[in-house]
């Protein structure tokens, strides 16, 4: 299985402020990875897939780079509703796997 | 607008078998993949499986032979069944459509609301 790791694990930022979350494959997955932002008690949403292309309606505030093992989401300008915990997954093989999660709270 | 709604019991005791349905509404089930996806209480987000609309499936080898997917293109409806349940299957379990890109199965774009499995006694 391709392990998934995300860091850091929680973070706190403030309103306007630049967030990057990092998730690293334990082998290269070319583009195969997506982004989720869960709030909580909700199902996940999908924010970027294939590393880098933005979900229709997703604000573009978020941004997504990276190819092979190392993938970052990039959160410009933090908005109140963005407080949430964010996933990376990777889609190159079976079976799909999901980063831990990073908790981004309001500092 | 593309709909998933779970239904199911949510409680199951142990060693029974955990079963699922999700109907899809506002779109047909084929030429899509449909995925279930779980997470335990206050943790992170596990991939079950997926099943093609033709009945084709691959599963997560982590369930070992307890996990079984089916489609019912008649009714829209897709389901799970997970045997020999455990304290450890406590999930809430999601059913999601995996858009295709590039002919594979690559992101969940829709997502059901989520239903609460508790396995206790």
């Known amino acids: 299985d391709i392990q998934m790791t995300q860091s850091p694990s929680s973070l706190s930022a403030s309103v306007g402020d630049t967030v990057t979350i990092t998730c690293r494959a334990s082998q290269s997955i070319s583009s195969y990875l997506n982004w989720y932002q869960q709030k909580s008690g909700k199902a996940p949403k999908v924010l970027i897939y294939a590393a880098s292309s933005l979900e229709s309606g997703v604000p573009s505030r978020f941004s997504g780079s990276g190819s092979g093992t190392d993938f970052t989401l990039t959160i410009s300008s933090l908005q109140p509703e963005d407080f949430a915990t964010y996933y990376c997954q990777q889609s190159y093989s079976s079976p799909f796997t999901f980063g831990p999660g990073t908790k981004v709270d309001i500092k | 607008q593309v709909q998933l709604q779970e239904s199911g019991p949510g409680l199951v005791k142990p060693s029974e078998t955990l079963s699922l349905t999700c109907t899809v509404s506002g779109g047909s089930i084929s030429s899509y993949y449909w995925s279930w996806i779980r997470q335990p209480p206050g943790k992170g987000l596990e991939w079950l499986g997926y099943?093609?609309?033709?009945?084709?499936?691959s599963y997560n080898p982590s369930l070992k032979s307890r996990v079984t997917m089916s489609v019912d293109t008649s009714k829209n409806q897709f389901s799970l069944k997970l045997s020999s349940v455990t304290a450890a299957d406590t999930a809430m379990y999601y059913c999601?459509?995996?858009?295709?890109?590039?002919?594979?199965?690559?992101?969940?774009?829709?997502w059901g609301q989520g239903t609460l499995v508790t396995v206790s006694s």
């Open positions: 099943i093609y609309y033709s009945g084709s499936t």
């Open positions: 999601a459509r995996a858009s295709i890109f590039g002919m594979v199965p690559y992101y969940f774009d829709y």
